[in-house]
């Protein structure tokens, strides 16, 4: 069956950096989307980041310059880097994939379970 399983969330203090990483299996991975979400307690959910196949990347403009998605075909994986993080930057953190050639929130697919990120200032 299908899995997105997310690792690399914990606690870090403002300023401080984490990398999350997202495994998918049971489908073909290198041909689809892949997203960075994250959502607090009562909010919206928000998209951060995504990357198509190609390695193709866009951003959220409240994390342009400091996080940097990226992906590996090879191990199925998909990469979350950020840097500089704020206090806001506190949320559950989800990666997602979109149906081939489809990056976008109407084509979602498949969701991990998601990895607490915390910033303390």
């Known amino acids: 069956q299908v899995q997105l399983v997310e690792s690399g969330g914990g606690s870090v203090q403002a300023g401080g950096s984490l990398r999350l990483s997202c495994v998918g299996s049971?489908?073909?991975?290198?041909?689809?989307?892949m997203h960075w979400y994250r959502q607090a307690p009562g909010k919206a959910r928000e998209e951060v980041a995504n990357?198509?196949?190609?390695?193709?990347?866009s951003y959220a403009d409240s994390v342009k310059g400091r996080f940097t998605i990226s992906r590996d075909n090879e191990k199925n994986t998909l990469y979350l880097l950020m840097n500089s993080l704020k206090p806001e930057d506190t949320n559950m953190y989800y990666c997602?994939?979109?149906?081939?050639?489809?990056?976008?929130?109407?084509?979602?697919?498949?969701w991990g379970q998601g990895t607490q990120v915390t910033v303390s200032s």
């Open positions: 997602a994939a979109s149906q081939p050639g489809r990056c976008s929130w109407r084509y979602l697919d498949f």
């Open positions: 049971g489908y073909a991975y290198r041909r689809y989307c």
């Open positions: 990357i198509d196949a190609g390695g193709g990347a």
